[in-house]
């Protein structure tokens, strides 16, 4: 009997293939890469609003008599109407004669909360005294419907109190500061024929520079609130 | 010669007017009360009704708990972060000018002509996922603190206003 042989002829694969593919393949990798990188370093796009009465859109605080500019570092706004404040509180309070509060957040590194955990010795001591703790920077708009009045007068040697004009609305705004060499907070308070507004934002010293809005730009925000009377 | 009766007279209108006298004094003392306090930590009161209060600001500026009217390190560190933010000399003491820096902060829950009662001015930090607040009471109050539960800690009770004063951490009542 005749013996049979069976010959099977692997596949060859020739080398060029491989060489070939493998260049494939990390010229796909490289491309998804790079792309990624580059994907990965464009912000996303900025909206910042025509008018800022838009941040309240939506919110019980929709209609209320509020700024029409805030600087572009404000992104948000969370607005807090008469009867959360109440709730808040925690006891009835007279909520025909609460303010209505609109607090701006401003966005960037130097605005944002920096504590890890609470004060504590876990916080060395060169970078508090730096100011690398620091909390979140905001601008507080509260408005009193009806009011004429503004709150007592703040007084300390820290503190100045001076008069100045809104150019715009025609009206004239209190700028209280407690300026500790150029820090500290500012309190911008003025009233017109609905009611009584205030401005409250902290001037910040950080670590890294400053933080919070300009007083220049506090006063824009006030001006800004009557800017469509006209 | 003046006459028994022009002298029980004049005595009476000294003590009169001597307590009239005391009373704008205390009114006066009252109000400034929180600008003009005693120094709070190290370099004055380590306890009391005004350490609340220093606590219950430290609260919302820097996320210090408890607020048990007692000093301790975690109440020097916070201090020191609020003062270096703040733009003031830091020390760890709450002397006049940090008093006057955090009273500044403070607003009225209220419309300013309208005397809301029990706590009626706010102090308030936007902080990641909400905020931390520490009320106040002013009208009819002389000034009190309003710790909010989950931050105040025994003697301080929350919800209560306490006395900012130099004394113990006493509980006030407010008109209404």
Same mark, same amino acid.
């Given at each position: 009997? $005749?013996?049979?042989?069976? !010959?099977?002829?692997?596949?060859?694969?020739?080398? /060029?293939?491989?060489?070939?593919? $493998?260049?494939?393949?990390?010229?796909?990798?490289?491309?998804?890469?790079?792309?990624?990188?580059?994907?990965?370093?464009?912000?996303?796009?900025?909206?910042? %609003? #025509?008018?800022?009465?838009?941040?309240?859109?939506?919110?019980?605080?929709?209609?209320?008599?509020?700024? =029409?500019?805030?600087?572009?570092?404000?992104? =948000?706004?969370? #607005? /807090?109407?008469?009867?959360?404040?109440?709730?808040?509180?925690?006891?009835?309070?007279? &909520?025909? =004669?609460?303010?209505?509060?609109?607090?701006?957040?401003?966005?960037?590194?130097?605005? #944002?909360?920096?504590?890890?955990?609470? %004060?504590?010795?876990?916080?060395?001591? &060169? /970078?508090?005294?730096?100011?690398?703790?620091?909390?979140?920077?905001?601008?507080?708009?509260?408005?009193?419907?009806?009011?004429?009045?503004?709150?007592? &007068?703040?007084?300390?040697?820290?503190?100045?109190?001076?008069?100045?004009?809104?150019?715009?609305?025609?009206?004239? $705004?209190?700028? !209280?500061?407690?300026?500790?060499?150029?820090?500290?907070?500012?309190?911008? &308070?003025?009233?017109?024929?609905?009611?009584?507004?205030?401005?409250?934002?902290t001037l910040g010293r950080t670590s890294t520079g400053t933080a919070g809005p300009t007083v220049t730009e506090l006063i824009k925000i006030a001006?800004?609130?009557? #800017?469509?009377?006209? | +010669?003046?006459?028994?009766?022009?002298?029980?007279?004049?005595?009476?209108?000294?003590?009169?007017?001597?307590?009239?006298?005391?009373?704008?004094?205390?009114?006066?003392?009252?109000?400034?009360?929180?600008?003009?306090?005693?120094?709070?930590?190290e370099c004055g009161n380590t306890s009391g009704g005004e350490v609340v209060a220093a606590q219950n600001v430290l609260w919302a500026g820097t996320?210090?708990?408890p607020v048990d009217g007692a000093w301790d390190s975690e109440s020097e560190v916070a201090t020191e972060a609020f003062q270096a933010y703040n733009?003031?000399?830091?020390?760890?003491?709450?002397?006049?000018?940090?008093?006057?820096? +955090?009273?500044?902060?403070?607003?009225?829950?209220?419309?300013?002509?309208?005397?809301?009662?029990?706590?009626?001015?706010?102090?308030?930090?936007?902080?990641?996922?909400?905020?931390?607040?520490?009320?106040?009471?002013?009208?009819?109050?002389?000034?009190?603190?309003?710790?909010?539960?989950?931050?105040?800690?025994?003697?301080?009770?929350?919800?209560?206003?306490?006395?900012?004063?130099?004394?113990?951490?006493?509980?006030?009542?407010?008109?209404?």
């Amino acid at each position: 009997m $005749a013996d049979v042989v069976t !010959t099977i002829e692997e596949p060859k694969i020739r080398p /060029e293939w491989l060489l070939g593919g $493998a260049v494939t393949l990390l010229g796909a990798i490289i491309i998804v890469v790079v792309t990624m990188v580059i994907g990965s370093g464009e912000d996303e796009p900025v909206v910042v %609003p #025509a008018d800022a009465t838009e941040l309240t859109s939506g919110t019980c605080a929709e209609d209320l008599r509020q700024p =029409h500019w805030v600087p572009d570092a404000v992104r =948000h706004a969370v #607005a /807090e109407c008469p009867a959360d404040i109440s709730a808040g509180i925690g006891r009835t309070t007279a &909520e025909d =004669h609460l303010g209505t509060w609109i607090t701006y957040t401003l966005d960037g590194a130097e605005n #944002a909360e920096t504590f890890r955990g609470e %004060p504590g010795l876990a916080w060395p001591e &060169e /970078e508090v005294r730096s100011g690398a703790y620091h909390p979140a920077s905001a601008i507080t708009y509260v408005a009193y419907p009806g009011s004429g009045e503004l709150s007592e &007068e703040l007084s300390g040697d820290n503190v100045t109190v001076e008069s100045q004009d809104l150019p715009e609305s025609g009206l004239e $705004a209190r700028v !209280t500061r407690v300026d500790n060499n150029g820090f500290g907070p500012v309190r911008v &308070e003025w009233t017109d024929d609905a009611g009584s507004y205030l401005l409250l934002a902290t001037l910040g010293r950080t670590s890294t520079g400053t933080a919070g809005p300009t007083v220049t730009e506090l006063i824009k925000i006030a001006d800004s609130v009557a #800017a469509e009377d006209k | +010669m003046p006459t028994t009766r022009t002298w029980l007279q004049a005595g009476g209108g000294t003590v009169v007017a001597a307590l009239i006298i005391a009373a704008v004094v205390q009114a006066v003392n009252s109000t400034a009360t929180w600008v003009s306090n005693d120094p709070v930590g190290e370099c004055g009161n380590t306890s009391g009704g005004e350490v609340v209060a220093a606590q219950n600001v430290l609260w919302a500026g820097t996320g210090l708990k408890p607020v048990d009217g007692a000093w301790d390190s975690e109440s020097e560190v916070a201090t020191e972060a609020f003062q270096a933010y703040n733009g003031l000399p830091v020390s760890g003491c709450v002397d006049t000018s940090t008093w006057v820096t +955090m009273r500044a902060l403070a607003i009225s829950l209220c419309d300013p002509e309208f005397e809301c009662q029990g706590p009626d001015h706010r102090i308030r930090y936007a902080a990641p996922g909400g905020s931390r607040e520490a009320y106040f009471a002013e009208n009819d109050c002389d000034w009190g603190s309003y710790v909010q539960p989950g931050v105040a800690r025994s003697p301080v009770a929350s919800n209560k206003v306490i006395a900012l004063s130099r004394d113990a951490v006493t509980e006030i009542e407010c008109g209404g």
